[in-house]
Structures are given as C-alpha cells and as structure tokens.
C-alpha cells in the first residue's frame, strides 16, 4: 500500500463544482463548501477499509463500508461485501492535502 500518496487517507467529498469533463475533483471533508442539496464522497483508510457516502432519498448521507487495494501507482480498486455494489477502480489523477483529483469513469 505505500504506492500511494499519504495525502489520500482521509474523507473525501465530492466538489462537482470543479470537475471537469474528464476528471471529478474531492476536497477534504473539512472545506468550507458552497450550499449544495447534498454531496457524495468517500473516506480511505491505510487499513484497506473503504467507507463511500452516497446520498439517501430523503437527502442525508447513506455510509456503505468496503475494501480497497492497489491497482498499480495511483490506482485503487474499491469493492463491497454487497455484491449489489459493483467495484470500481479510482485512477488518481493529482493528490495533494486539500484536493484529490480522479479520473472520471465513463
């Protein structure tokens, strides 16, 4: 696991604001956001748990806790023990302390 940046192990939130049309771009949970209806994210711990926050029909966060392991330099695979959950690789793009940027999937 030391292929990867420390800067990455922490939650994440989404900041759609600055995606662009090939890269969605994560700010640390801490950023001062402007108002959104609701944000998704995730938290990677150097342990290889994967927490995803999705956004639940009425608004709140909805936690679901995976896995994750290596895939190569910058380059996770995240799974779940749900097998409703289909796993998904996240390509780091950039990773500094208050920005992680990936590449968008298509």
Known sequence: MNELPKEIYKHWIHSHEEDTNEEKVFRPS????????GREGFEIKDNGEFIKYSIAPDDRSKKVVGHWKPEGPDKILVYFDDPKIEPCTLDIKSSEHDALVVKKRK
Not at 30 to 37: E, I, K, Q, T, V
């Open 30 to 37: 801490s950023y001062d956001f402007p108002l959104s209806r």
